[in-house]
């Protein structure tokens, strides 16, 4: 579930009504827009966001505002708010960006930019994007990754950065390529027109020519300066004395004048000013429940906050609107400073009662109102600011979901907290534990986990038994059940899982629900696939009512794997785009599992292309993972692939070697059997049939020992190997498992003489694999079912299947020494193939990169049902009903 963000710092500040008219840098800032960059930079105080938002008015491009704060510098909120701003202007944007932000896995921000880069660069009209107070970026992966948005930024886009400083980027390399718009200090100061109009107009002043000149000359054109020194002047009646004593450098100055700003406001706004100082963002009823907070309650009697607002607001007093509907302000971030400065001293100094407040409970109050309000984090991090550990540790539980599954942008906030407590605190509250392990074991750092769970379990051991300790010791359970999971250990699983579940609150829904998703695992390790098919399911209906989006593409994955070993094979395709769907581009670590089950699909459809190309990917992935077995299963398939090509058998045996000494070196021995399996294939090829046979006994392998004994040439002996394997097949509904076997039968039948029975098999066996399109299973056995097939071709039974069977043949005659006659049995599928049009062409390629039929509309401009009625004509013509076997047959004929 994605943390709901803060809409106001998307707001554009609006100009205020009697603003000092800034026309020369209106037109320095329009000239600029041909460049990529303007940069307005300058210290505290110079009226930088008030010039940018006066230039926004007056200009007609759309505009993407981001007001940053100090949380921006966590890699994943920056982009979640940099994505939520274009979104102003183009709501679909950045989608699948944010779908991946939910991963408890964290990927570089830069690798998260560039896809973003591709959908700014469909936006077709010019626009601008403003990144305002970029002062307090201190990460420099953000700084890394707004350079690479400068350089490859598309030349419809302008970005204007707002800063105090001049931020760490290419600045001269830009200047050197007239690529910015620089607005600096010399550029912001206020000349002396300026001045005068806005001391005498603004403020009505009614000063002199020359009083104007020497504050001018005094501030050097400030303009917090010079707004300071006019809100001073309104409450003295001597105002040529203030001007002649008003001196001092800057800090000086601002500090002076805002003790001379505090005491010409009454007593209300005082209060007002200095209690809601606390606030980052104010809105009328949250600076009431600040206000009236304590134990002296409603100290503004007479005014609610909406209205202070509005006149803190007309009396130009350091506070920016941030909507066009008036409720949400803040207030100038060097003024706020200084409050909080002063509500401090008054807090810490003063021996008068209305005078000092507890800051803790402002905070308390704060948080309070934001829990009301479901914005869970802010009140978390007001809670934090308090010291109330108790408070902070409910609101990380949550009444219906744990924060941290709420995003990516709570865990590391959440962790900071947890580390900082001390281990007393920690010891008095076990769940605090508990959420420290889970929130570790989001982030991937699993070797800390299992200390944080001890911790919790020596905390509870003196606590009476209730249901807050139980479900303490539920949760315990579940963590373990899920690093059991990382480590395909389904016996630890089951059990650590039913304990979760006995001990688990039945509210718990969250924890409930992935302890679920633990258990369909534990069952598909054990090949239980309709008790796994049921926890899937019930995860995967839980998870997307309540929102555990984590789970939703967890379940979802269980789902496709279940679905592939069922034969499903575009059932299982389906189900793995749309992992792919939920975990963006680009996608999460996670997503190496579905791409690695859609290479195996592709792998058996036999377009190896395609299957390559996700088994990289998949690869790449699960490379991002701190150790996990991922990696050698994207070998092993990388492996097979290598082994379709001629001449690569050493190759391919040196690889499995390498593989395989990975995997011992890292105890990732559930895998050793699937790589043993993969080495019997490349040693067969080899001709090395007595390492092969001591391959498949090592590691018990029947199927892969009767395809042994078969190329030993004892096919009797194969089948006797065989009928057992079959039997247990079925009676567990292993369809996988069944379909490899009854393929060696048919070949082991042929063998042992027996034709007309091995073609009856071999019938049976087509009726199984066609509904899934299989054609390897078949082509990677060679000759001999090859003979098979063109047996039954000749007999006309199944003629298209058998026709992309033999067809699949035709790559591999030279490398496994099969004639290539069958063409003479079949004719030509292209030739059957009706031409596609260029927009029809258009389409299909589109449909392979993945693009949903909405999305094809956009790039093509055309109307969503035009598009499915292309989709139509393109299936007739070639003779499909889904669009994975229309891209499948179209790469195969050189379509794409």
Known sequence: MMIPIVSTKLYIPLPRPNVVNRTRLIEKMNEGLHRKLTLVSASAGFGKTTVVSEWLATCDRPVAWLSIDEGDNDPACFLTYLVASLQTMQTNIGEGVLGLLQSPQSLPIKSLLIPLLNEISAIPNPFILVLDDYHVIKASTIDQAISILIERMPPQMHLVIASREDPNLPIARLRARDLVTEVRVKDLRFTFSESAEFLNQVMSLNLTREEIGLLESRTEGWVAGLQLAALSMLGHTDKASFIRSFSGSHRYILDYLLEEVLQQQSATIQTFLLRTSILDRMYGPLCDAVLNSGTEANLIPDSTGQEILEYLERTNLFIVPLDHERKWYRYHHLFVDLLRKRLQQNNNNSNIAHDKWDVDELHVSASRWYEDNRMELEAFQHAVAAKDIDRAALLI???????????????????????????????????????????????????????????????????????ETRDIVGHIAAIRATLAVSK????????????????????????????????????????????????YTKALSISRRIGHGVITIMATLGLGNLREADNKLYEAAETYQNVLNLTGDPPMPIACEAYLGLARIYYEWNDLEAAKRHAERALQLAKQFDHTDRVVACEILLARLMLTQQGEEDCTAICLAKTEHFAHQHQFLVQLPDLAAAHVHSLLRLGDLEAAALEAQKYELPISGARVILAQGNPSAALAVLEPQRREAELKGWKDECLKVMILQAV????????????????????????????????????????????????????????KLLDGFEAEKLKRGVKSDHHHLTPSIKSQIEPLSVRELEVLKLIAQGLSNREISERLFLALSTVKGHNRVIFDKLQVSRRTEAVALARKLGLL
């Open 397 to 467: 539980e949550g009444k219906e979901m744990p924060l941290l599954f709420r995003g990516a942008g709570a865990v590391k906030p959440v962790l900071k907290w947890l580390n900082s407590l001390p281990r007393g605190e920690m010891n008095t509250r076990p769940s605090l534990w508990v959420m420290f392990a889970s929130g570790l074991l989001m982030t991937g750092q699993m070797s800390e986990v299992e200390e944080k769970l001890q911790a919790a379990e020596q905390s509870i051991q003196e606590a009476l038994e209730d249901d």
């Open 748 to 803: 082991a039948l042929q063998a042992n003489g027996e034709k007309a029975k091995a073609l009856q098999h071999l019938k049976d066996v087509l009726i199984l694999a066609e509904p899934g399109g299989f054609i390897r299973i078949f082509v990677d056995e060679g000759a001999p079912i090859y003979k098979l097939l063109s047996e039954a071709a000749i007999n006309e039974f199944m003629p298209g299947y058998l026709a």
């Open 488 to 535: 395909h250990q389904s016996e630890t699983i089951l059990a650590e899982s039913r304990r979760a579940l006995e001990n688990l609150d039945p509210g718990n829904l969250p924890v409930r629900t992935a302890t679920t998703w633990a258990l369909g695992y534990a069952y598909q390790l054990q090949r239980n696939r309709i008790l796994a098919n049921e926890a």
